[in-house]
């Protein structure tokens, strides 16, 4: 199949005009060395932008195998594949300043933030950004699976995949020279392209987790960073169920990894007493306790213009959990979100997201959830279905 053939099927516009606007333009592709930034940057070359790619490098390895260079020299392969020039950058201790920094304060308070926001916020649409500008770029590429379209942050159109979750804190006037081409098709389209082109990435493992983390365990690298108590485990009681690593280590809705055993369902994490070192568990993974009809937020940010309040629209308190009807409040500097359903371990310092049908209009960190349905001596609904599970 002819590329103006395959990008007709995939959906992209291939008149001549578009064409030859596209031919006037420089895209510079973040290349993570990843097979979604991979087909980015094959779709934009097929596309007829002028094409850069770049590597960025932001964590500096102290200590084991360098990822970083496993990662620059597939990201090498597939530019040279595509007869591309592509350019490495070291943006770690921006990273380490803007990202880290915060990254550890949160975990130092006894909460379990998602760095991968402040990322995409402050280094890849800010940072990346403006040295994709001194290469004469018109605009940035990245593998994210999401859209715009005309200043707004659309979702994916592979909904499995949808990125915009982590993507709602950038600024829409950001986005208008931002282009996500891998959001335009499914993830198994992307991976059939990258076979087809024959690309040094096609079968690479998707990475996952944290990314200065990498496969390491997760305790000892942070326990690189941060003094941790061990406290105990406690039931809602308060009697004690076996010794924790530190409050740091467990999040809300948590089952894996408590080492707490015995007679019954398996447990969760249901609350975290900080200030004592204790980390409440329930048994089942629809105990009351798990589940609030709501949530208090702070420091909101819109896409575009903030909206009318009350607001009524769909949002989801983690990446992977389908949107959910809810009414938005604001009050003072808060935002008040009431859900038509109760939702499943809401969780502090993670980032509640907003959308109307497709569009993701923004998103607040969470502060603190409504009292529990074991606080309020209430029953979930019956039956539970289209209750927010937290996998």
């Known amino acids: 199949m002819d590329p103006k053939s395959l990008l007709s099927e995939l959906g992209f516009d291939v008149t001549d005009v578009a064409f030859n606007e596209r031919a006037q333009k420089t895209v510079v592709v973040g290349m993570s060395g990843g097979v979604d930034s991979s087909v980015s940057a094959l779709l934009i070359k097929l ?5 850069i790619g770049v590597f960025m490098k932001n964590w500096e390895e102290e200590s084991g195998e360098c990822t970083a260079e496993v990662d620059w020299r597939d990201a090498k392969r597939v530019a040279g594949e595509l007869d591309i020039p592509i350019y490495s950058v070291n943006f770690s201790q921006q990273y380490r300043d803007q990202v880290f920094a915060t990254f550890l304060k949160e975990y130092k308070e006894g909460h379990t933030p998602n760095p991968d926001i402040l990322c995409n916020r402050e280094i890849k649409f800010k940072v990346f950004s403006d040295y994709s500008k001194m290469l004469g770029a018109d605009f940035v590429a990245t593998g994210h699976y999401c859209r715009t379209k005309n200043g707004e942050l659309l979702k994916g159109v592979d909904a499995s995949k949808d990125q915009s979750y982590f993507l709602h804190a950038i ?28 690309l040094a990435t096609s079968e690479k493992k998707d990475s996952t987790g944290v990314c200065f983390i990498g496969e390491r365990d997760f305790k000892e690298f942070l326990s690189q960073y941060i003094e941790t108590t061990k406290g105990e485990f406690v039931d809602l009681k308060g009697a004690r169920l076996g010794p924790h690593d530190g409050v740091c280590f467990y999040t809300l809705g948590q089952r894996k990894g408590l080492g707490v055993g015995g007679p019954g369902e398996p447990w969760f994490v249901a609350k ?42 769909t949002a989801k308190v983690r990446y992977r959990q389908q949107d959910r009807p809810c009414l938005v409040e604001k009050v ?20 509640v997201v907003f959308y109307q049908d497709e569009v993701c209009l923004g998103g607040a960190v969470i502060l603190e959830a409504m009292p529990s349905y074991f606080d309020l001596g209430k029953s979930l609904p019956a039956p539970a279905e289209g209750l927010a599970s937290n996998p």
Request: overall charge positive.
């Open 272 to 313: 975290k007493h900080i200030a004592k070192n204790e980390v409440v568990l329930v048994q089942g993974e629809d105990h009351p306790a798990l589940f609030s009809d709501g949530l208090e937020a702070i420091e909101a940010t819109w896409i575009k213009d903030e909206p009318t309040f009350p607001l009524r629209c």
């Open 171 to 198: 600024e829409g006037s950001v986005l208008k020279s931002v282009l996500f081409p891998v959001g335009e098709i499914p993830k198994k389209k992307v991976r059939e392209l990258a076979a087809m082109f024959k």
């Open 47 to 51: 596309l007829g932008y002028k094409t």
């Open 332 to 351: 003072g500097e808060k935002l008040v979100v009431r859900f038509d359903e109760p939702q499943r371990a809401i969780t502090p310092r993670q980032s």
